[in-house]
Structures are given as C-alpha cells and as structure tokens.
DNA sequence: AGTAACAAAACGAGCGTTCGGTTTTTACGA
DNA sequence: TCGTAAAAACCGAACGCTCGTTTTGTTACT
C-alpha cells in the first residue's frame, strides 16, 4: 500500500467517466448523450457516476474546465508562441501551434460550440470575454517597443494578432472538427501560407501609397 | 373563391410550423426541441404536423433548404456585391452586407452548426464544399482582368475573397448569434474597419520589400 | 465501525411516432 | 347551383421506449 503520492481515491474511475462522456458528447452533442451511454462507455455503473459528479450537466461543465486548463497551460506550444510574442515574425509557427492545438483537442473544442446550442453558452461565455484582455496583456509591451523599432505598419498589431489567431482557429476547427477538409479548394497548407502572406502584406500590390480609385457609389 | 392564383393548399400551416420550429431549433438544438413544443408553438396538432412533414428530421431538413435558398437569392444584398465582384475596393460594401445577412438569418445559422453537432454535418456539407467552386465561378473573369491591370498584389485574390468573406461571416456569427459582442475588446464598426486594413495592406510596414529578418530557429 | 465506492432496480416524466376519428375543402355530374 | 363522395387537413389519445435522477442496497477500504 503505497502512501504520499497516492492520487485521491477515485481518480480513476472519474477520469475514465469523463473521457468517454467526452467522447460522446463531441460526437453526438449534449442531449443526444444519456447518462446510461456514459455508464457504459465507461464501466462505471449509472448510480456511481451520480455519486462523484452528482449531475449530467456537472460533467459537462468539468469536461469545459479540463478545456481551459489545457489551453492554458504555459507548456504547450501555442501558448509558448504567444508568450515569444513575435507577432507577425512567427506566423507560421503560430500556425502550426493552432494546428496541433485543435488537433489535440478535436473533442474538447466541440463542446464549445455544444454549449453556445444546448446550453446558449452559458459554460464558456466569460473565457471567451477576457480574451481581448489576456491578448493586451501578452503583447502590448512588446508591440510598444517594436513600434518605436518601425517594424510595424499602421495596423493596430493587437488587432492583428488577434484576427489571426481567432481565423487560424476557425480555419482548422471547420478543417478537423466539422469534418470538411480542403474547403477553399487547395490543400491545407498552401490555404495557410495564402492566409499568413495577407496578414503580412495584404491583398493590394505593395509601394503604391496612393488610395483606392473611389468605386464605391453611395 | 378565388381561382388561378391560390396558393397550395396548406402553405399557411406549414409556413407557420417551420417559423415555429426555426425559433425553437436555433434556441435550444434539435434534441432538446419536441414534436409538442414545435405543436404548441405553431398552433397545429402534433398529428398534422406528421401529416404535413412526415418526421422530425424532415422539418430540419425543410428548414435547412430555405436558408440555402435565401442566401444565394441574388437578389439579396450579399450576392450583388458578389455580382460585382470588385473585391478588395469593396470590403465595406460586403462587411456590410455579410452583417446585414447574418443579422437577417441567425437563426438559419444556429442550424449550421446544430447540423454539424447533432447530425455530424450531414445536411450542410455538401454545401461546404462547392463554395470554392462557387467564389471561383464569380471572380475569377474579374481577377484575370484586373491582375492585368496592375490593380492586385501577389497574393492569389480568389483566396482573398475567401478568407475575407469567411473571417467576416465568423466574426458577426460570434457577435450575432454566439451572443459574445465586442469580443476584440473594441465596438463592432472598430474591429471591422481593422480587419479590411489587414486584408487590404497586412500587418507590415508598406514600402519595405525586404524580407522578415530570420527569426524562427527551424 | 464508519465512510467512500460501487451497483441495479425503480420512478415519473417526456420522447417520436402511430392511429382512429372528425372536420373542411375540393371535384364534378345533375 | 346544388348534392355528394373522395381527398386533404386536422386533432388528441395512446404506444412503446428512453430519459435524468433517486433509492436502496452491497462491497471495500481505513
């Protein structure tokens, strides 16, 4: 009988109970999952399952929490990205991050938009509110400096990192999670570097200043 | 009685279940929505409504259709500023009018991703993946043309449109229907304007050509 | 002995769908 | 214009089933 590191009683049974409530909550929603499914995904009678989490919904609402703390955690590579703070140098890295990042977290990312259906985002609304805050925070300093260097246009850079994180995001959600791949009509990675040449120098050609011809009628 | 132009003859009523049954859908998910709820809601009998519909799923698939019908109307906003086709000059016009379709089709929208939670995306994929194809059909005669013209920079503008179009649906989807506004820490107009500099000339300082000093490390 | 971990049956409610029946509309020959 | 029979529209109870949760226990540590 060990003792010391000896993990809390039923950690085990619990973290079987959430991986599969995960699983089949990313796969069929919410509603659809019943707790006699979770039982039997994952060995643990229907009875146990109330006694350590006490409700359906707490699932849920743990499975949300295991999310955060995963996406926030300053080992993974995308938070290590964000912590370098190089915007936009590291773009491709900042790619390949977010690219892993939805990868590893296929499932966990479908809850999210479970809870904005089922639960009108109740679960994930305040994380979703303080992400302009966390940005400021990581990279404000670092653009005031890069500012005084000229080595940023006229772009609010905050903006930019945002736009870019928040649309690499989405890009590989609807790639991996939604199960549509390929759908701007060319492999995932050239979609990517399209995407990264336009954040870094637009669409327009580049030198000519001037602006637009006004073809805009009202 | 009125002969010739009458409509069929229960346009009435199942005009009004589907409106119900859209409020109810986008509100709260497909399972958690029930034949009597979408009953009560719409003022016909649960048997009518199988009588008219035939199931459950029939009427979301009903509804699904409607929204594809309404979002390549090319009367609508939206597709005349594709019709145009004059992408980058007219961002605002189609910021604009992609909030303006989002705002009019919430709930058309909410379907989108309840179909991909609840149904594995059966109902919507084909859709998905002929919007390449589409955006091609409409611009490419207009990029050729111009890129002729010197009007465009190096960056394929087919993916441009498609990235700039997508970005913007995301983001208002999010503000308008996730129930999360100002998510960039600023107000909406703010971050849209931001958006269509990015797109436009990118994050970078213009006039330089020079390449992104080496700082990935490999 | 006491407490946490586990199991299984049972409860009341609600589900999608079907069914038997009534009412309304329609079609058409007289 | 009317009468009438077929067809469509409509209703609400009932069927068989599954849901989240509770209850009542038994087993296993400490």
Chains 1, 2 share one sequence.
């Not at 809870?115 to 670092?142: C, L, N, P, W």
């Amino acid at each position: 009988m060990p003792r010391g590191v000896q993990a809390a009683k039923s950690e085990v049974a619990t973290a079987k109970a959430l991986e599969a409530a995960l699983g089949l909550f990313s796969k069929q929603g919410y509603g659809a999952t019943s707790m006699r499914t979770i039982s039997e995904a994952s060995g643990l009678s229907v009875g146990n399952l109330y006694h350590h989490f006490g409700s359906k919904e707490a699932i849920f609402q743990r499975l949300i929490d295991e999310y955060w703390e995963h996406l926030l955690d300053p080992n993974n590579d995308l938070q290590r990205v964000f912590e370098a703070a190089e915007f936009p140098d590291d773009l491709e890295d900042l790619a390949t991050a977010i690219e892993k990042s939805v990868e590893d977290h296929r499932s966990y990312i479908m809850l999210i938009f479970i809870d904005v259906i089922e639960f009108s985002g109740t679960h994930i609304r305040a994380f979703y509110e303080s992400m302009a805050e966390r940005f400021q925070k990581t990279y404000s300093e670092s653009f005031a400096q890069r500012k005084r260097d000229g080595l940023l246009g006229e772009v609010d850079p905050l903006v930019g990192v945002m736009v870019a994180t928040r649309w690499l995001f989405y890009f590989f959600t609807v790639e991996k999670c939604f199960g549509v791949p390929m759908h701007f009509g060319m492999d995932t990675s050239q979609a990517v570097d399209e995407f990264i040449r336009i954040v870094r120098h637009g669409v327009l050609p580049r030198g000519g200043s001037a602006p637009i011809p006004e073809s805009q009628s009202d």
